[in-house]
């Protein structure tokens, strides 16, 4: 057990290795109770939503959800976020555990008139299960079949049931009251999920390169940088980090969060080991972990922007000791089809 | 959890096996159970001279790398290159073809204040 932003999380179970092949090759559960829920509602929700947040909360429809950023006024980033709509003024933004008080006190110091805050996490628990047969799973909790589309929310009562992950996996994520919690997880279990941890969750995430807050993403960086222009729309009438973002793209995207590959026998990479180029130091990983599903070291780096295309020969400093590795094309795992 | 007899152990978790001044020396079964997983090992370089409590090598499981202490003061006689290629042989024979290095005893006396097999037990709870 580790403690992760206030509580206390199994790294694995049975294994990290076991762990990511069942949700590579079938279907695994997480406790993800430790994720924070906002619930904001009322009149001009929208238009607040998306003065603070960089995705365009207006073009999502009822009964979806879109990932999101929340900027500070640099436009670096405070979080990443999912939005779900659960009506036309109703929604419930699901955020990183170690930024929940951050986070809330940031939403209340924009705080617009006639909006309604809840900072709900102490609530709700929540469950991810992952893995190619979680439709399964989905069919025997909720005596229905799975949306095959990402992004869909199921609601009923205070269950949120949302095709959502951070595996690259098919399946969803469950938000219930922290009562039922535990009986979900068992019921989870009974269907025939394998139970993961910490460890397996990173890893999974890492080989599909979604970056994780507070190691790949920064206040100090901006979302181009860390590749994630897709869920930002500066075609929006203004957000908070903004202007920011546009001069940067004007000016040019300093550097770029990269994914790397070890092409040469090492160790496993870690997060915060030094990356060379050219026989100089130009950077540190900020994710680093030996992929189980391609068995080489893998990481997230800032590479200054002449070094970040594919193709690009690094080095990996482990231990005083430099290994090579590749700049590759994100994802670095791809299922075969 | 298998602790065998016929070694003597440091509190970090290495065994050693005496014969005559020579030493082997690997990792219990209790250390490869809870590292789970080893996929990177690296043994000292054959002559490298140790003293008692000095990192001598470094193991890595998926989630995390671990040094391996030298649990007494010499110089390094052999090295197990099978783990090297593979790291998996520390999970499934850590006390057999998991051992990681040799190393040559300077004193004996470092090999006494090692726990026994009774006092490793009690302090792994097994």
Known sequence: MVDFAGWEMPVQYSGILAEHKSVREEVGVFDISHMGEFFVGGPGSVAWLDSLLTNNVASLSDGAAQYS????????????????????????????????????????????????FENASGRFGALAVQGPSAAGIFEKLFGRKMPDERNRILQLGENFVVTTGYTGEAGFEWIMPAGEAVAAWGRCLEAGAKPCGLGARDTLRLEMCYPLNGSDLSPDRTPLEAGLGFFVDLGKPDFVGKSALVAQKAAGVPARLCALRVT?????????YPVWIGGNPVTETTSGALSPSLGDGIALAYLPFEFSKPGQEVEIEVRGKRFRACVRKKPLYQKET | MNVPENLRYAESHEWILVEGDTGTVGITDHAQAELTDIVFAEPPPVGKKLSAGEVAAVVESVKAASDIYSPVSGEVTGRNEAVEANPALLNTDPFGAGWIYKIRISNPAEVEALKDPAAYRAQIGA
């Open chain 1, 69 to 116: 950023l929340m900027l500070n006024e640099r436009g670096g980033v405070i979080d990443d976020l999912i939005v779900y709509r659960l009506g036309a003024e109703k929604f419930l933004l699901v955020v990183n555990a170690s930024m929940i008080e951050e986070d809330a006190a940031w939403l209340n110091s924009h705080m617009a008139g006639g909006i309604e």
């Open chain 1, 264 to 272: 040469e026998k090492a160790p496993p990479i870690r997060p915060h």
